[in-house]
């Protein structure tokens, strides 16, 4: 089991930048690979950008790609999410979560662990 704490949410205004972090504990970190979603109100969990274990590639979806980097820092155990230009659609609860180890990095079933998420707000 692994636990997950995401932060570095908040409100920014169009074309800002924010920067995301999930600090990992429980299990070792440097044997999974981590996702970041987003879930918007009334809208189904969506793939943001995924990253293999250390030296593995990343994966983006077609909407953040360019804008948005995926890193991870396993001296201490924390994921992060680079956002920038942000766009009032990139508003959405972001949460990170860890791979199960099997099936694409896009799938939100292929992920075991999940933080409770941080708020992302852009306006216009």
């Known amino acids: 089991q692994v636990q997950l704490v995401e932060s570095g949410g908040g409100l920014v205004q169009a074309g800002g930048s924010l920067r995301l972090s999930c600090a990992a504990s429980?299990?070792?970190?440097?044997?999974?690979?981590l996702g970041w979603f987003r879930q918007a109100p009334g809208k189904e969990r969506e793939f943001v950008a995924a990253?293999?274990?250390?030296?593995?590639?990343?994966y983006y979806a077609d909407s953040v790609r360019g804008r948005f980097t995926i890193s991870r820092e396993d001296a201490k155990n924390t994921v992060y999410l680079q956002m920038n230009n942000l766009k009032p659609e990139d508003t959405a609860v972001y949460y990170c979560?860890?791979?199960?180890?099997?099936?694409?990095?896009?799938?939100?079933?292929?992920?075991?662990?999940w933080g409770r998420g941080t708020q992302v707000t852009v306006s216009s």
């Open positions: 429980g299990r070792t970190f440097t044997t999974y690979g």
């Open positions: 990253i293999e274990r250390s030296g593995g590639r990343n």
């Open positions: 979560a860890t791979a199960a180890g099997y099936g694409s990095p896009i799938i939100p079933n292929n992920y075991d662990n």
